[in-house]
């Protein structure tokens, strides 16, 4: 609906230019920019619901797909595999005020620690600051969906979760992928959830878990599998941890 009028509205610019304004009737325009603004029109998304990093986890803990219950699965992490980006992934914590930038990929092939260590310290976890070495499968699969949607960078909503975090919400699973530090939650500013869903899915690398009502994907680096969940976050039900600031 919201797209058939659109497109009425931008075929009656285009046709009846008497209606703009002065300077749109001086200016022509080619096709291909045409088309450009109408697909930006298309594109864009109403913004975001508001949701705290507990409202995420309440969002998850309900959810077996988010969890893994293999013994030792931290002695045998993921193989990274490129998958298309470029090895650089921009991260922003909107709950600690942070945004950081990092080269994990060198440009032959090799993995960066330098880099590996600045998006380790984005992802700590928000009650404690501990930190945990990431998934560098989940850095790929992150770095693929940036690139495919601009390269404007990743709203991060959750990364890392210490048994504390995750204790906070009462019937939570011990054993998160968040806890391993093989799994975000993210957004990407002007793409709906859906789409980026719908890109991680096709890339068939990772768990790709999609909640319309909140507005956030969760992406990680275990078997490839995918779901949905239409439950809207309970106000009040979870507790807000305290932010730690950086050091």
């Given at each position: 609906?919201?797209?058939?009028?659109?497109?009425?509205?931008?075929?009656?610019?285009?046709?009846?230019?008497?209606?703009?304004?002065?300077?749109?009737?001086?200016?022509?325009?080619?096709?291909?920019?045409?088309?450009?603004?109408?697909?930006?029109?298309?594109?864009?998304?109403?913004?975001?619901?508001?949701?705290?990093?507990?409202?995420?986890?309440?969002?998850?803990?309900?959810?077996?797909?988010?969890?893994?219950?293999?013994?030792?699965?931290?002695?045998?992490?993921?193989?990274?595999?490129?998958?298309?980006?470029?090895?650089?992934?921009?991260?922003?914590?909107?709950?600690?005020?942070?945004?950081?930038?990092?080269?994990?990929?060198?440009?032959?092939?090799?993995?960066?620690?330098?880099?590996?260590?600045?998006?380790?310290?984005?992802?700590?976890?928000?009650?404690?600051?501990?930190?945990?070495?990431?998934?560098?499968?989940?850095?790929?699969?992150?770095?693929?969906?940036?690139?495919?949607?601009?390269?404007?960078?990743?709203?991060?909503?959750?990364?890392?979760?210490?048994?504390?975090?995750?204790?906070?919400?009462?019937?939570?699973?011990?054993?998160?992928?968040?806890?391993?530090?093989?799994?975000?939650?993210?957004?990407?500013?002007?793409?709906?959830?859906?789409?980026?869903?719908?890109?991680?899915?096709?890339?068939?690398?990772?768990?790709?878990?999609?909640?319309?009502?909140?507005?956030?994907?969760?992406?990680?680096?275990?078997?490839?599998?995918?779901w949905l969940v239409r439950r809207a976050?309970?106000?009040?039900?979870?507790?807000?941890?305290?932010?730690?600031?950086?050091?």
């Amino acid at each position: 609906m919201r797209r058939s009028a659109v497109f009425s509205a931008a075929i009656f610019i285009l046709f009846y230019p008497g209606t703009g304004s002065r300077a749109a009737q001086d200016k022509e325009i080619s096709a291909s920019e045409l088309i450009e603004q109408f697909t930006s029109m298309l594109d864009s998304v109403p913004a975001p619901p508001e949701v705290t990093e507990a409202e995420v986890i309440e969002l998850e803990e309900g959810d077996p797909e988010t969890y893994v219950f293999i013994r030792g699965a931290k002695a045998h992490p993921p193989e990274p595999v490129n998958l298309g980006g470029d090895g650089r992934l921009t991260l922003i914590r909107p709950d600690i005020g942070e945004k950081t930038t990092a080269r994990y990929r060198k440009r032959d092939g090799t993995y960066d620690q330098a880099g590996l260590n600045k998006i380790q310290r984005i992802m700590r976890c928000r009650l404690t600051g501990r930190e945990t070495p990431v998934s560098i499968m989940l850095l790929e699969i992150l770095d693929a969906a940036e690139d495919r949607f601009g390269k404007s960078g990743l709203t991060l909503l959750s990364g890392y979760r210490t048994p504390k975090l995750n204790s906070r919400v009462p019937g939570a699973a011990r054993r998160s992928m968040h806890m391993l530090g093989w799994a975000a939650d993210i957004r990407i500013a002007g793409r709906s959830p859906a789409e980026v869903a719908g890109y991680a899915r096709k890339i068939d690398a990772g768990g790709v878990g999609y909640y319309p009502d909140a507005a956030f994907v969760h992406l990680d680096s275990g078997r490839p599998r995918h779901w949905l969940v239409r439950r809207a976050p309970k106000p009040g039900a979870a507790v807000k941890p305290p932010v730690v600031p950086a050091k």
